[in-house]
């Protein structure tokens, strides 16, 4: 029997094996992503300012494929990851900062563990230890340098790196604005109001998203739907037609 790189009865796979706690961990990374004050390299191709719904869902396969993979199916996938950032980086003849990879894993720990909370049950502090070792091994693997060794570690660097990582700049306010032109009015509505729900404090002042959460009891109501297994007719409502698959694949057991 080949060995996985996640076991099966992991935690993470439970978390992102619901397409529900995917796309609540989508609304969370899109925030960061706007503020990260690396953002520019992910402007440099073009492809997030032209797709950011397609760029963002190319992040999740990346992570599944990770996650659901066997050993070396991992390994490949993330040595992939790494090439394409290198030809990235021989393309605008600089070198991606090592932060703004640590960045991307942070908020890939983060917001795997808020998800789930939000919409399921707390976790307990070694799940959420398995969390974190599992999005270290994978920083491991791409070699980066000054990862925390541990959950208790990660914890503290994670509220440094809020302190001092977010910036609302040109790129931010350009960002929301495609975010707005490619979902329409009211999914962009509700991809704030989830933000509002899962994003630290630090980013909701930066992002000006509020206090009021609206979404709240509609995450209610949606639990409720999951009971008489009717969730698919809300998610669909909410979701851009040309996503609709890709969502539903993501609940598939794997």
Known sequence: MSSYFVNKNSIVRQIWGKADSILFIFAGASAEFALN?????????????SDPLGRLF????????????????????????????KNVEA??????PNEAYIDVLYLLIDYSIRSYELLERKLSDSEKAEVF?????????????????????????????????????????DLYRQYRKHLGFMRYWILNQAQLLLVPQQAKKLLHLGKIHWLSPIVFIYKLFRLVNLQN??????????????????DRIH
């Open 37 to 49: 004050k690396s953002v520019d390299w992910l402007y440099f191709t073009g492809r997030l300012p």
């Open 58 to 85: 190319s992040t999740v396969a990346y992570a599944r494929r990770i996650l659901f993979s066997d050993y070396d199916g991992a390994l490949r996938a993330i040595d992939q990851i790494t090439a394409i950032h």
């Open 91 to 96: 393309g605008r003849g600089m070198q991606i």
């Open 133 to 173: 070792e599992v999005f270290y091994r994978v920083g491991k693997r791409m070699e980066l340098v000054d990862l925390p060794v541990s959950y208790p570690d990660w914890v503290i660097k994670r509220e440094e790196q809020l302190s001092t990582d977010l910036i609302c700049s040109d790129f931010t306010f």
């Open 233 to 250: 007719i809300l998610k669909n409502a909410i979701l851009p037609p040309a996503y609709i698959a890709q969502v539903q694949a993501m």
